[in-house]
């Protein structure tokens, strides 16, 4: 199987900005839809943005306007960009395909992201 890599997390105030980075050695990186999701203590993981192959977006409601994602096919990397950081954005946050798995991909460790004051 092939992790994704997913780094840039941290502490950050309310109101800050964060940008993730996730890369894979997947040779299917280029043609996937890649997303990400976050995981928050206690619930489920969750989509929170997704990217196609033709660079077409899509965001959760609680992102849409501060997080924007985007992708590097040749350096098989895929970033999250977070603005306007906000307490509930807490969470462990992941890449993966979308849907999750495909192709021989599988979950990585994750980054974690933590908005307190």
């Known amino acids: 199987q092939v992790m994704f890599v997913e780094s840039g997390g941290g502490l950050v105030q309310p109101g800050g900005s964060l940008r993730l980075s996730c890369t894979t050695s997947g040779s299917s990186f280029s043609v996937a839809t890649i997303a990400w999701y976050r995981q928050a203590p206690g619930k489920q993981r969750d989509m929170v943005a997704r990217?196609?192959?033709?660079?077409?977006?899509n965001y959760t409601d609680s992102v849409r306007g501060r997080f924007t994602i985007s992708r590097n096919d040749p350096r098989h990397t895929a970033y999250l960009q977070m603005n306007s950081l906000k307490p509930e954005d807490t969470a462990v946050y992941y890449c993966n395909t979308h849907p999750p798995n495909i192709w021989n991909y599988s979950w990585g460790q994750g980054t974690q992201v933590i908005v307190s004051s």
């Open positions: 990217i196609t192959s033709y660079h077409s977006t």
